[in-house]
Structure formats: C-alpha cells, structure tokens
Nanobody, 126 residues
Framework: QVQLVESGGGLVQAGGSLRLSCAASGGTFSNYAMGWFRQAPGKEREFVAAISYSGGSTYYTDSVKGRFTISRDNVKKMVYLQMNSLKPEDTAVYYC???????????????????WGQGTQVTVSS
C-alpha cells in the first residue's frame, strides 16, 4: 500500500520561503514520476510541479517558474518542493502525489496520478 505524507507547511510572510517534504512508503518509489498540486479555497486543484522517476526532468506551472524547485531523493524515498519568493496567491493546501508514469511530461494533470497525500497548508500573508 502506497502512502504519501507531506510536511513543512505553515504561515509565512510574502517574499519568504518554505520547503515542503513528502515521505513515501510502499511500492517502488524510484519507478514513478512525482508531483505537487495545490488547492486554494473555492478553487479547483491545480498542478504545480512534476519530476521524472530519475529526477532528470521537471515541469512547472507558469506561475511558479523561477520561484519553486521540485527535487527528489530516491534513496530516502522523499520528494521536496522548495518555494521561494512566496506570494499571497500561493496560499493553498499542497498535495504530494505519485504518477502512474515515469516521465514528468506525462504527469502534468491530476488524472496521471493514482496516489495522493493528505495535504499540508501553506498560508502566505501580505
């Protein structure tokens, strides 16, 4: 049984930074791409970033390019989202997810993912 547990969320001022972590257990972590999504109140869940099974390729939604960095450690079975220059519009619950595919390019929509964490709240104050 695959389980994903996020941590690292919290309250931060605009311009600040946070690093989200996602610990995976069960399954073969290194065989699949991983992703981060977020959902703000009253809005649909949206794609944030994806990373390929090896970590060799990444994709980002336009609004976070240059500010967020996704990475993974296949030995530790961890995936991270480093968030810099945070803005109030980044406020959301952030979810870690495991893709059905190996490539980041195939993992840019929610339908590509079959395992999800419980989410961690990120709040950016202005």
């Amino acid at each position: 049984q695959v389980q994903l547990v996020e941590s690292g969320g919290g309250l931060v001022q605009a311009g600040g930074s946070l690093r989200l972590s996602c610990a995976a257990s069960g399954g073969t972590f290194s065989n699949y791409a991983m992703g981060w999504f977020r959902q703000a109140p009253g809005k649909e869940r949206e794609f944030v970033a994806a990373i390929s099974y090896s970590g060799g390729s990444t994709y980002y939604t336009d609004s976070v390019k240059g500010r967020f960095t996704i990475s993974r450690d296949n030995v530790k079975k961890m995936v991270y989202l480093q968030m810099n220059s945070l803005k109030p519009e980044d406020t959301a619950v952030y979810y870690c997810a495991r893709s059905q595919y190996i490539s980041a390019s195939s993992s840019r929509t929610a339908t590509a993912y079959n395992y999800w964490g419980q989410g961690t709240q990120v709040t950016v104050s202005s």
